[in-house]
């Protein structure tokens, strides 16, 4: 049986801008978020507190948030990445109610995204949900490379568990399996949940599937049927990982609107209002959007 409703976490602000070469300006970034809320986006993942020297993109982190805190929308989280308690500390100072830690299921990801171990990862997170807990901050969690790995290859599904579970047992209130280079079809993506829901339960799972081979809607109605409710996507699938060479966006959210609408699945989301910002955020970015779905539309 599918979900009734979906809720989607819009990682355009953060995933889907983090890796573009050219800076975009603060104003562009608050801006996408204002469009985001009014298209109906209840979570927008609005930058991160990593370093700038890794990710300069993300620089102007405390900026965005404190901009986008100052006019927030009632009813919508803005969750901001934090790989360790400096980064959680500028967060909270900047006004962040919601943070997300981000581990991974292979250790050579690990080490070039974070530069430390799965275990030193997991070792540097609990103080980061300590400290967000002990200052009323909801805590999200992610594993990387939950099907594939840009330097291992394939990733076994019980690693992933192993580091979902953990996650969990920290307090975070959701885990978001990240296909990090897309890598993943359905039948890879089914055996990897159902060996992380033997250790978290499926309402506690979120699916973060990138669109490099162009199966991350595929990946996303398994999931759905899996009893998976809860999608990270990106506006027009801007985006990639620096860390992951050749990887494109995340999927899309007027795609997984698109087919959300075409199951009956409520979403809250105005498709039109979406694709409206799509277009306007790749015009700032001087392309065309990448996804079918809002080409289609804007063809109309
Ligand atoms: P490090 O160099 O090991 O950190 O980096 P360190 O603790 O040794 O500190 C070194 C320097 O960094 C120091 O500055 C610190 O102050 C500074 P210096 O003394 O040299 O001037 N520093 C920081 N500055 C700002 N904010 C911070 C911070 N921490 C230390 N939070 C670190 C470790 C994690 C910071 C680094 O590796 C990093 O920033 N990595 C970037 C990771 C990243 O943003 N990756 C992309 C996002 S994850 C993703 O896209 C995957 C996801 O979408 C899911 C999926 O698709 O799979 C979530
Ligand atoms: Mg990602």
Redo the contacts with the bound molecule.
Sequence with gaps: KLPAAVRIVE?GPR?GL?NEKQLVSTDTKVELVRRLERAGLKAIETT????????PQ?GDNSEVLTRVLAAAAPGVAYPV????L??FE?ALAAGAREV?V?G?ASESFSQK????SIAESLERFRPVTEAAHAAGVKVRG?????VGCPYEGAVAPQAVADVAATLMEMGCYEV?L???IGVGTPAGIVRMLEAVAKRVPVEKLAG?Y?DTYGMAVANVFASLQMGVAVFDASVGGLGG????AGASG?VATEDVVWLLNGLGIETGIDLDALVDTAAWISAQLDREPASRVARAVLAK
């Design positions: 990682m995933d983090q991160s507190f990593v370093s700038p020297k890794w990710v993300m990445l934090t790989p360790n400096k980064g500028a997300a981000f991974a995204n974070i530069n430390c992610y594993v990387s490379c939950v978001s990240g296909d990090t973060h990138h990982c620096p860390y992951a995340n």
